[in-house]
């Protein structure tokens, strides 16, 4: 069983930055590919960045040049951070864990979510 944790969420204003922290436990041999997933109310859930464990990255377009994704493989942790901040970054954050073989994905492994909250 996979367990992620997420911390560091929490109220910024406009154009600050937070860092966001997921700890990952259980058997995370097989999974390759660590990320942050984000949904905002009344809306679907989207990538906002992944990273694969020879740290490749891959960022959604709305947070590219503002977020970085980064992991520590001996931690077992993956981090979020997100500069610039914008009213529209508002949603809660989930740290996702999953398996990817050629174009197929599968294993997927959520956290609970942070919520990250931007006033203007």
């Known amino acids: 069983q996979v367990r992620l944790v997420e911390s560091g969420g929490g109220l910024v204003q406009a154009g600050g930055s937070l860092r966001l922290s997921c700890s990952a436990s259980?058997?995370?041999?097989?999974?390759?590919?660590m990320g942050w997933y984000r949904q905002a109310p009344g809306k679907e859930r989207e990538l906002v960045a992944h990273?694969?464990?020879?740290?490749?990255?891959n960022y959604g377009d709305s947070v590219k040049g503002r977020f970085t994704i980064s992991r520590d493989n001996r931690k077992s942790m993956v981090y979020l951070q997100m500069n610039s901040l914008k009213p529209e970054d508002t949603a809660v954050y989930y740290c996702?864990?999953?398996?990817?073989?050629?174009?197929?994905?599968?294993?997927?492994?959520w956290g609970r979510g942070t919520q990250v909250t931007v006033s203007s």
């Open positions: 996702n864990a999953h398996r990817v073989r050629g174009t197929v994905r599968d294993n997927d492994y």
């Open positions: 259980g058997f995370m041999s097989s999974l390759n590919v």
């Open positions: 990273i694969t464990d020879d740290t490749i990255t």
